[in-house]
């Protein structure tokens, strides 16, 4: 069985603050892969990034950065200098062994004040 | 580019009616997903399709849904004796199907039962 857990539900930042959104995932496949969306308020989820169990290099894309540990079985990402229009909720996601389809958490609803 | 489009995006019905969900993927997606997704949760895996076959359809709660893909392209989602507890927004993926790829996702379509 696949599960992830993101044990934030909501998180409420000043803008220019670095936050960090966290998640914990569980399969006993050895082949997996990870996934982080946004859901912003209109409601359509974007896909940020893609992440397969043999690559624990960790990734930077401008704001953003996912860091990736296999002994501790998260995937946590942090958005640095946040600004209002990160206000999202963001999921973590997992595909692993040989299902294709995506076992999401429940989402971290992220506020981002002015 | 054309992303996923899903119509409608809302959909009214009483108990007991049918109902039918469209999707239209990106132009050659191969895979073809339907999630469900309910207020303050990740989405749910309901069936994948690879090309006009379903090769998964283990998340589909029950034998009142059912889904088709019959030319590999569009997909309609089905749902007969539509119950309350059927409500939710219903969102459909497409990725290309090689390897675990990112999954594109549409809008959704909220159905409500009343």
């Known amino acids: 069985a696949q599960k992830v857990t993101q044990a934030q539900t909501e998180i409420s930042v000043v803008e220019k603050e670095d936050v960090t959104l966290d998640c914990v995932y569980e399969?006993?496949?050895?082949?997996?892969?990870l996934f982080w969306y946004k859901q912003p308020p209109s409601g359509e989820l974007v896909f940020l990034i893609r992440r397969n169990s043999f690559d624990e290099q960790n990734e930077i894309s401008g704001r953003y950065s996912w860091n990736f540990q296999k002994s501790t079985s998260s995937f946590n990402f942090t958005i640095t200098a946040s600004q209002v229009v990160d206000s999202a909720v963001y999921f973590c996601a997992l595909s692993s062994g040989s299902a294709r389809q995506l076992t999401f958490g429940s989402g971290t609803q992220l506020t981002v004040l002015p | 580019g054309a992303g996923v489009s899903q119509t409608p995006s809302n959909k009214v019905t009483e108990k007991g009616k049918y109902v039918e969900l469209r999707c239209d993927p990106i132009?050659?997606?191969?895979?073809l997903y339907w999630y469900r997704q309910s207020l303050g949760q990740g989405p749910e895996f309901l069936i994948y399709?690879?090309?006009?076959?379903?090769?998964?359809d283990s998340g589909l709660p029950n034998d009142r849904f059912f889904a088709v893909r019959p030319e590999g392209s569009v997909s309609t989602l089905k749902i007969q004796r539509t119950e309350r507890g059927d409500s939710a927004v219903y969102l459909c993926?497409?990725?290309?199907?090689?390897?675990?790829?990112?999954?594109?996702f549409g809008p959704g379509t909220r159905l409500t039962v009343l």
């Open positions: 993926a497409s990725s290309l199907d090689r390897g675990r790829n990112e999954q594109f």
């Open positions: 399709f690879q090309g006009t076959g379903a090769a998964d």
């Open positions: 399969t006993r496949d050895t082949t997996y892969y």
């Open positions: 132009s050659g997606h191969t895979a």
